[in-house]
């Protein structure tokens, strides 16, 4: 009988290989670049990545500020969601107080500016307005609907297919997502979202063949433990579509 694979051994055994390639990397052999090359090489085609980051992340402002390259406008980014996420969370702000303090400070803003204006210049200067454009939240709205139709039609086909394997995992991932989401509420979830996508794609960028290297061997440890768990347990579950009794 094929061996039981249990949480505790998969943990074992991807912190030993975590450990087996930190031990391989102090280690290096005099001719290891070009094994190197052949390794990144590989993780390349492993990946489906034959392009830098920044033209996976769409190649645009939004890959810059991803990946820092203008470091003022990627910390102010950071900064300003950092603020946000401890005024709600440590000081306990509600988000109409917020809105209402904003509105305030611009109505007081505008009346000092109009009032104001003529007596420190001769010629009163017109007050801007603040107007948010309509097609930022039309381009927003469809960007959201968008992805969540996709969501919902994975689900589906998933919960459709006759799949009971791809059934079990999707369910399993779903709830270790509500597993988490007990722990934290969905601000900080968003946070914890925003502060990765601002610091993984950079610190990916710069240590990219040590990451590679690392993800490489984990995964060939995973599909091995996959095989093994395969073998002993998901083989035995009858595919196809279950048909129910009907009872008069």
């Known amino acids: 009988m094929p061996e039981k694979i249990t949480p505790e051994d998969l943990l074992n055994n991807i912190v030993g290989t975590f450990a087996e390639s930190s031990s391989k990397q102090k280690s290096v ?39 820092w390259r203008n470091k003022k406008i990627s910390a102010s980014f950071l900064t300003g969601a950092t603020a946000v996420w401890v005024l709600f969370e440590w000081l306990n702000y509600h988000f109409l107080t917020l809105v209402g303090f904003a509105l305030v400070l611009l109505m007081l803003a505008q009346f000092l500016w109009s009032n104001f204006s003529g007596i420190i210049s001769r010629s009163p200067s017109e007050v801007p307005r603040l107007v948010v454009p309509d097609k930022l939240f039309v381009n927003i709205a469809i960007s959201i609907g968008h992805e969540i139709n996709r969501a919902l039609e994975f689900i589906q086909d998933v919960a459709l297919g006759g799949n009971l394997k791809q059934f079990i995992m999707v369910v399993a991932s779903l709830w270790v997502a509500a597993v988490i989401g007990s722990w934290c509420n969905f601000l900080t979830v968003l946070y914890i979202g925003f502060v990765a996508a601002h610091t993984l794609p950079v610190l990916y960028e710069r240590y990219e063949d040590q990451v590679d290297n690392f993800a490489y061997q984990v995964l060939g440890q995973l599909q091995h433990n996959y095989r093994k768990l395969d073998t002993g347990v998901l083989s035995r579950i009858p595919k196809g579509k279950v048909n129910w009794k009907k009872h008069d």
Do not use: I, W
């Open 29 to 67: 052999p005099l001719f290891g670049e070009e094994t190197s090359n052949s390794v990144t090489s590989q993780l390349n085609r492993l990946f489906g990545r034959q392009k830098p980051v920044h033209h996976l992340l769409g190649g645009g402002k939004s890959a810059d500020v991803l990946l």
